[in-house]
């Protein structure tokens, strides 16, 4: 992605030449948005659950819009699907 990782916006190096990386107040509300948009998909959409277990700044990738994407699935972990009803019907 060509704006990196948040974690390059959040935690700029400081031997890098050039003006330093900031995000505004919208940048960040957007980045918010997109990360708990792809958690809801994950969690509630998907048909079975994926939990992702590494969220992290440098897990988020920004692309030339500035819309993050989550990555690096390699801890994710898939839960079973569970029948809601079910549980409801036996209380």
Known sequence: MNN???DSWLHPAK?????RKTL?????????IDVASAFQYLHHECEQPVIHCDL????VLLDDSMVSHVSDFGMAKLL????????H???
């Not at 079973?80 to 549980?87: D, E, M, R, T, Y």
């Open 24 to 32: 505004n107040l919208a940048q960040r509300l957007n980045i918010i």
């Open 4 to 6: 990196g990782s948040l």
């Open 15 to 19: 031997d890098i030449a050039g003006p």
């Open 80 to 87: 079973p699907s569970i029948n809601l009803f079910a549980l």
């Open 89 to 91: 019907c036996r209380v």
């Open 56 to 59: 992290k700044p440098s897990n």
